[in-house]
């Protein structure tokens, strides 16, 4: 189920829309599998997930010498040896519309689909699974602009450069439980609850729409289909 903690912030996501962009193939195990993907941070594309951004761990390892101890140095080997593994990863953005740079990404062959949803459905979707799932927005930061704490290691799980802030991502996260082999989780929800909209992907064929219209019949599902309102060559 879903747990507050205060390290999860949604006050710019509360009021605005949910989206998760995936291709068909990824829909259609959402559909088959009643459960959404968690993946642990080495699979997530951005070399730094899940780590403390290199120029305040050069700080940190700065501090140690200082101190003439190597606590800082054995809180990045425990984050980087441990912690990225057993902390798993949903990504999610909020948005008050359509995002042509996600369309880019995930609409491959012109069969993506983007799920709508809002804040509390994503959090009442956990309601019947045994696992803690966490939501809040990632934080964008820079060598500039950065407020970044070691008190709590969820901080580097929901810290990323602003390279991605166009992303305004937000996160579901759960953690491996003691005696469970950290790795790729499917964690189920309950998919009514979930997807409230489907949007259908840019400049997709007619068959494409009636394949989701049948799947939402064959799956029982009580979805809006939307057309995608984005109109680009480069899609």
């Known amino acids: 189920m879903h747990i507050e903690h205060y390290v999860f912030q949604t006050k710019n996501s509360s009021d605005k829309p949910i989206w998760r962009y995936l291709d068909f193939w990824k829909f259609l195990n959402l559909l088959e599998t009643k459960s959404l993907f968690f993946s642990n941070s080495s699979n997530l594309g951005d070399n730094n997930e899940g780590r403390i951004p290199s120029f305040i761990l050069q700080k940190m390892l700065e501090a140690d010498k200082q101190k003439g101890n190597k606590m800082n ?11 990225r593994k057993t902390h798993l990863i949903s990504s999610w953005c909020f948005a008050e519309g359509e995002s ?7 609409s491959k062959d012109k069969m993506g689909i983007a799920i709508e949803t809002d804040l509390n459905s994503l959090k009442k979707a956990f309601k019947n699974t045994q696992r803690n799932i966490y939501i809040g927005e990632v934080t964008y930061i820079n060598e500039n602009n950065y407020s970044f704490s070691t008190g709590n290691m969820f901080y580097p799980f929901i810290t990323k450069l602003d390279f991605y802030s166009f992303e305004n991502e937000i996160r579901c996260i759960t953690v491996t439980k ?7 989780k499917l964690v189920g929800v309950d998919l009514n609850i979930l997807i409230k909209k489907i949007h259908i992907s840019p400049n997709s064929k007619p068959e494409f729409r009636n394949l989701i219209s049948l799947l939402k019949k064959e799956y ?16």
């Open 100 to 106: 042509f740079a996600m369309w880019k990404m995930y």
């Open 73 to 83: 140095e054995e809180l990045n080997n425990f984050l980087e040896n441990s912690l």
């Open 220 to 235: 029982r599902l009580d979805f809006e289909i939307c057309y995608s309102k984005v109109s680009d060559s480069w899609l």
């Open 178 to 184: 003691e005696g469970e082999v950290a790795e790729n």
